[in-house]
């Protein structure tokens, strides 16, 4: 089964504020943010975040050796980004602040600037935009997070981020990682919620091991003793003891992925585990003491299985502790850099050091939305990497689904477009976002408030399903 990478060394982040650290001011923590995520001809470059609190202006151009950023004074605070790229100009493209909107403009370049795929002379900025200068990759983000923020997550084995929600929730899960706390994690397939799973449990120093359970793809007929074990004896081919895969996580960590999957009956069988810290083997007549760290997994809405009697309402109240929500990859594209990088270390090896990406290659990766998320992308790379015989992966080398003309990015997207197929998750998301713009009359403060989230993420979620808050307004 393909996995998400695991990840090492943080990338670069920046603070643009000379004199003001990003943990001391809300502006520099919740700020516009310009992600270096990707030079296509040195891919395995750790991407730079560079925070646009109290800047007026960047300008990107061409430098001769290495990547710089100077923050320039005198009558507006200009950012001067530099990198090594032969295709760029000197002088080739300009980002102003104009009535606190950010425009992007082409400075004369010989090569053109482009966001999204197409070529701009001015346009006004949205965020995700993916702007490309020569062959390097500038994500833009309109509510970003300083770089203190976001480098303290970083720490965590697993997963590296430049997004500075994730960073967030990354941060609450090193807090709880030694405390026995349940965790779940939300989030499609494919999205890297086993390797967080595993990261935490490295984190929790736990002695035991990490047995990982699909809860969806469990035999119907042994299911039962599958998971808890049986006695010799308990049924026909039962030749010995077996302790079941729960008790094989005995002092470490039991994850349950797709937990809402598990039968009714199971479900019963999970709450008395947990509630006893003890497990009753399949023909026997005493329980066996067991010691465990849970944490589980799932794409589906256990809260409304809850309420319609498909899930237990006892044992989701056991299960809930810290609940993190994993973004898909589409909403993620900061952090496509340090994804393209790990994984082609992990397919490559020392070989990686000699990939380098054609700029229409580069750009698909960009633009694609990823429907199952990093799984694909480790696909990808794996089939381009095979049929790169030089080491210079094209358009022409990657899945024909990825070499198809994108569409544009989330951050791209006119509030009030058709919306796209809608997963489980993003389906009862977009229920509750309705639920509240009704409630709050279209107040986009108002309901940001409500899910704790940040306004510019329910602005996010508003583009990506379509839904236009002055529709909602009496």
Request: aromatic share 4%; with cysteine; hydrophobic share 45%.
């Amino acid at each position: 089964m393909l996995r998400p990478p695991m990840l090492s060394g943080p990338p670069s982040t920046e603070s643009t504020t000379a004199d003001e650290s990003p943990g001391r001011s809300a502006r520099g923590l919740h700020a516009p943010c310009l992600c270096l995520a990707l030079e296509s001809e040195r891919p395995l470059l750790p991407p730079a975040l560079h925070t646009l609190a109290q800047v007026d202006a960047v300008t990107i151009g061409r430098s001769r050796d290495d990547r710089g950023a100077e923050l320039l004074g005198g009558g507006e605070r200009v950012l001067a980004l530099t990198v090594p790229d032969r295709w760029m100009s000197s002088s080739h493209a300009l980002l102003r602040r104009v009535l606190g909107r950010w425009m992007a403009l082409d400075a004369g370049s010989k090569n053109g600037t482009f966001v999204n795929g197409r070529p701009i002379t001015r346009v006004e900025l949205a965020d995700g935009d993916v702007l490309e200068v020569g062959h390097t990759f500038f994500v833009f983000r309109e509510d970003g997070r300083g770089p203190a923020q976001v480098s303290r997550a970083l720490a965590l084995p697993g997963l590296a981020t430049l997004q500075g929600e994730l960073a967030e929730q990354l941060r609450a899960l090193e807090l709880v990682a030694k405390a026995k706390v349940s965790v779940v994690l939300r989030g499609e397939s494919g999205t890297g919620k086993e390797v967080l799973a595993r990261a935490v449990h490295a984190l929790s120093l736990r002695p035991g091991p990490f047995v990982a359970i699909n809860c969806g793809a469990l035999p119907g007929a042994l299911v039962e003793s599958e998971l808890f074990g049986y006695r010799k004896g308990a049924f026909s081919g039962a030749l010995e003891d077996r302790p079941g895969l729960v008790r094989s996580a005995d002092h470490g960590t039991l994850f349950l992925d797709e937990i809402g999957d598990l039968p009714l009956p199971l479900q019963t069988s999970l709450l008395r585990v947990l509630q006893e810290s003890e497990v009753l083997p399949v023909g026997a007549t005493r329980p066996v003491a067991v010691d465990l760290r849970v944490i589980v997994a799932t794409h589906r809405d256990l809260e409304g299985m809850s309420s319609r009697g498909e899930f237990r309402h006892d044992l989701l109240a056991r299960l809930s502790g810290l609940t993190v929500e994993v973004p898909p990859l589409r909403e993620r594209r900061e952090d496509l850099g340090l994804l393209v990088a790990a994984l082609l270390k992990r397919l490559l090896g020392e070989g990686a050091a000699s990939v380098a990406f054609g700029l229409p290659a580069a750009r698909a990766l960009l633009l694609h939305p990823w429907p199952l998320n990093v799984r694909e992308l480790e696909k990808a790379l794996g089939v381009a990497a095979a049929l790169a015989e030089n080491g210079r992966i094209e358009l022409a080398h990657l899945p024909a689904s990825i070499r198809a003309p994108p569409s544009p990015p989330q951050g791209a997207a006119a509030v009030g477009a058709p919306p796209r197929p809608l997963s489980p998750g993003d389906a009862v998301r977009r229920d509750e976002i309705v639920e509240l713009l009704r409630a709050h009359q279209g107040n986009v403060t108002a309901v940001a408030r409500a899910m704790g989230k940040a306004r510019v993420q329910v602005q996010r979620w508003l583009k990506r399903f379509g839904l236009d808050p002055g529709g909602f307004r009496t």
